[in-house]
């Protein structure tokens, strides 16, 4: 079964630190590139980061660049997202998607999300 | 890039046609997205290329736009389709999405 798995959301201080990990099965995960959205709670959907397939490039949403980092694992089939100098407004619901690029471009593959809440 | 929907919500009934609209704050050719999100799920891909039906998805959805303003329709609403629709552009970086529209039952 084609499928993206979060994991390591949580509570956490304001000024905290957290590390996100989605481990895909079932696809080429070497092929594809790889974003970070999230949600905060009874709000829309934002676009956070996107990696390319081999990790040389990385894109970040100005309100969290120089605070996030993304990376990935072509061996493990996984993508990361550091998150440093957490926010009470970076309180949200955190999914990773499949972002294919070719012939168009769109996520197709979305996680079922893992819940970040930084709070004191 | 800025993406506005309209409107933000609406009631409709079972078999009416529903058109939500999405607007670009600049031309993005035609990488826009539309996405159909139910209470505690993830996102789900409708419409790419703002008109390519994604396959598994009802015909009964259809986009159609380019450059700026771009239109999502449903021809004939069923129960479960009562749910938020939200457009993504993937023109440029930083991608954005539209703010949603909450289709509920009238």
């Known amino acids: 079964e084609v499928q993206l798995l979060e994991s390591g959301g949580g509570l956490v201080q304001p000024g905290g630190s957290l590390t996100l990990s989605c481990a895909a099965s079932?696809?080429?995960?070497?092929?594809?590139?790889m974003s970070w959205a999230r949600q905060a709670p009874g709000q829309g959907l934002e676009w956070v980061s996107t990696i390319s397939s081999g990790g040389g490039n990385t894109y970040y949403a100005d309100s969290v660049k120089g605070r996030f980092t993304i990376s990935r694992d072509n061996s493990e089939n996984t993508v990361y997202l550091q998150m440093n100098s957490l926010r009470a407004e970076d309180t949200a619901v955190y999914y990773c998607a499949k972002y294919t690029l070719s012939p168009s471009r769109y996520f197709d593959l979305w996680g079922r999300g893992t819940l970040v809440t930084v709070s004191s | 890039i800025q993406l506005t929907q309209s409107p933000s919500s609406l009631s409709a009934s079972v078999g009416d046609r529903v058109t939500i609209t999405c607007r670009a704050s600049q031309g993005i050719s035609s990488y826009l997205v539309w996405y159909q999100q139910k209470p505690g799920k993830a996102p789900k891909l409708l419409i790419y290329a703002a008109s390519t039906l994604q396959s598994g998805v009802p015909s009964r959805f259809s986009g159609s736009g380019s450059g700026t303003d771009f239109t999502l329709t449903i021809s004939s609403l069923q129960p479960e389709d009562f749910a938020t629709y939200f457009c993504?552009?993937?023109?440029?970086?930083?991608?954005?999405f539209g703010g949603g529209t909450k289709v509920e039952i009238k």
């Open positions: 993504q552009q993937l023109n440029s970086y930083p991608l954005t």
């Open positions: 079932g696809l080429t995960f070497s092929s594809f590139a």
